[in-house]
Nanobody
Framework: VQLVESGGGLVQAGDSLRLSCAAS????????MGWFRQAPGKERVFLAV????????DSADSVKGRFTISRDNAKNTVYLQMNSLKPEDTAVYYC????????????????WGQGTQVTVSS
């Protein structure tokens, strides 16, 4: 499975961005898909996960109410809508696919994208 993120960039505080992650090479609807981010000098952290059929979603408390994960299985794509962005949201954002279980834990994910940079200026 190959994952390619897009949609990152430089924005101002309060702006919105929608990240996309296009998958290829597998049966997309069978994978739970997650979004993670890694800020400079910090560990990669969980943001949100969506089940294969889209019926189950979990998000980190730090982004609840601002970030929304969704997926379009017809397009083999998962999205992360990010609203009310803050400077502390600056990070590289990664999507990942889990083939075996639905999880908020990094170790459960089998495939990772290369990441897309999001920079939020104050």
């Amino acid at each position: 499975v190959q994952l390619v993120e897009s949609g990152g960039g430089l924005v101002q505080a309060g702006d919105s961005l929608r990240l996309s992650c296009a998958a290829s090479g597998g049966t997309f609807s069978t994978y739970a898909m997650g979004w993670f981010r890694q800020a400079p000098g910090k560990e990669r952290v969980f943001l949100a996960v969506i089940s294969g059929n889209g019926n189950r979603i979990d998000s980190a408390d730090s982004v609840k109410g601002r970030f929304t994960i969704s997926r379009d299985n017809a397009k083999n794509t998962v999205y992360l809508q990010m609203n009310s962005l803050k400077p502390e949201d600056t990070a590289v954002y990664y999507c990942a696919a889990a083939s075996r279980i639905y999880s908020t834990t990094m170790g459960a994910y089998d495939y990772w994208g290369q990441g897309t940079q999001v920079t939020v200026s104050s």
